[in-house]
């Protein structure tokens, strides 16, 4: 079976994400496509897709938006998670409306999808603008990268456990 990793990422961080879930996944013994949601035009020759998106202000990136609505009717036909990624500062401070995209959700499930979790996020290493320096600037150095590698991971091996990967990590 081969699968899609398609992504959105505005600095990186969620590129890297992608990245190690296509690799968990390439090493259950699938056969993986990693890509930007923007350069993904359909999803023929796909069983499973993973689709994934940086969050800002309780919104997908809009490659990653696209792709959802512009596939929905081929992603209803196959097995398909999603991902967001994005909170970063203190975890006590999370806040869940945030970092649920409720309308890709939303769009998601009534297609069928398998699964939706949110990872943490990682502030820019080179910030531009006032937001992101200032957002730099008031993240303490211990929460300016919020992703768990090994949770990733593991929600890879469980995607893939449910593809029937044999090396699937359960």
Same mark, same amino acid.
């Given at each position: ?85 994005? +909170? ?51 993240? +303490? ?30």
């Amino acid at each position: 079976m081969r699968v899609l990793v398609a992504y959105a990422s505005k600095r990186g961080s969620t590129a890297e994400i992608a990245e190690v879930v296509a690799a968990a996944l390439r090493e259950s013994g699938l056969a993986v496509d990693l890509r930007p949601a923007g350069e993904v035009k359909d999803l023929d020759g796909y069983g499973a897709v993973v689709l994934g998106s940086a969050v800002y202000v309780k919104r997908w990136r809009g490659d990653a938006r696209h792709l959802l609505r512009r596939c929905g009717k081929q992603l209803a036909e196959v097995p398909f998670w999603i991902f967001s990624s994005g +909170p970063v500062g203190d975890p006590g401070s999370d806040d869940p409306a945030w970092a649920e995209p409720g309308k890709v959700v939303a769009k998601a499930e009534a297609l069928g999808v398998r699964g939706h979790v949110v990872f943490g996020g990682r502030v820019p290493l080179d910030p531009h603008g006032p937001i992101e320096k200032a957002m730099a600037e008031n993240t +303490p150095q211990q929460f300016r990268d919020r992703r768990d590698w090994d949770r990733i991971r593991a929600w890879a091996g469980e995607v893939a456990g449910q593809l029937g990967a044999v090396g699937a990590v359960r």
